[in-house]
């Protein structure tokens, strides 16, 4: 992660760890910010990376401790301003990327705030949304955002940090229709997993290793993956070992259709990702 993104998310670690009495909570803070505002990945890893830049112990935590309101029994007044200030930047945001139809790039939008934003005034969650709509892709939108904000955010960084941050979450706002398995959100399960830098491992369906805690998939197992993962429950289970399919045609036939799969004839190959 860079200093600028670190440098923009740390201010919340430093108001508990400037405490000595309030260190012992650190990760009952990250996990209750978690679970409430982001879903994000970044914050935590901020935090922790500030952990080593102070040289201090990381704590025995009681993980029945992981509450909202764990989180604000541990905080004085300021503080508890200060988090709530950042959620309800955070569901801003999330509202306003909703309404202009471009809820699935919701996370990217709360970083780049949360990471750059923090001199900008009188900022407009609305306009910020529109930006986001208009761009043919994030070269041009970061281009946008520097011209609308006077910003200077250097596109690599954000190219960086935007993939880490993507590689250790699983975008919960690409789905759109958690009640039913659809071709549409495999399509975005796909992209996504191009987009967050998923990596081929056999035997992998999108679950991250432990070793370098990256996400995998392989072939199947990126379809296996979507029908097994519950965007509710936000975990994989294993309801589904195997693919099953009934084959409609030759390649020539095939239809504009996202989702659709490709069979060499003796196992399927890939999926489509999206519609151009």
């Not at 996990?31 to 990376?49: D, K």
């Not at 990217?108 to 949360?114: E, H």
């Amino acid at each position: 992660m860079s200093a600028t993104v670190a440098a923009a998310v740390k201010k919340i670690a430093i108001y508990i760890l400037g405490d000595e009495h309030k260190r012992g909570k650190l990760f009952v803070a990250v996990g209750s910010i978690i679970a409430g505002f982001l879903g994000l990945m970044f914050l935590p890893i901020a935090v922790i990376s500030s952990i080593g830049s102070m040289n201090i112990e990381p704590p025995d935590i009681d993980k029945n401790l992981f509450t909202e309101s764990a989180l604000f029994e541990s905080l004085d007044s300021e503080q508890q301003a200060e988090i709530t200030n950042i959620q309800n930047q955070g569901r801003a945001i999330e509202d306003a990327m909703t309404n202009a139809g471009v809820r699935d790039q919701t996370i990217k939008a709360q970083l780049i705030y949360m990471s750059y934003f923090e001199d900008v005034q009188n900022f407009n969650a609305e306009s910020y949304a529109n930006l986001f709509v208009v761009a043919p892709n994030d070269s041009d939108l970061i281009a946008a955002i520097n011209s609308t904000y006077g910003l200077d955010i250097d596109y690599d960084e954000f190219v960086r940090t935007y993939t880490f941050v993507m590689n250790n979450t699983i975008n919960a706002f690409m789905f759109s229709d958690t009640s039913t398995k659809n071709c549409a959100d495999l399509a975005a399960w796909a992209d996504n997993a191009y987009i967050s830098g998923w990596g081929y491992m056999n035997g992998f369906i999108g679950e991250r290793n432990e070793t370098d805690r990256m996400r995998y998939a392989d072939n199947a197992g990126l379809v296996l993956g979507y029908l097994n993962y519950s965007p509710t429950d936000k975990k994989f289970d294993s309801a589904y070992s195997t693919l099953v399919y009934t084959e409609q045609g030759g390649i020539d036939t095939m239809p504009e259709v996202v989702g659709i799969g490709v069979f060499d004839g003796s196992r399927t190959e890939f999926m489509l990702g999206t519609e151009r």
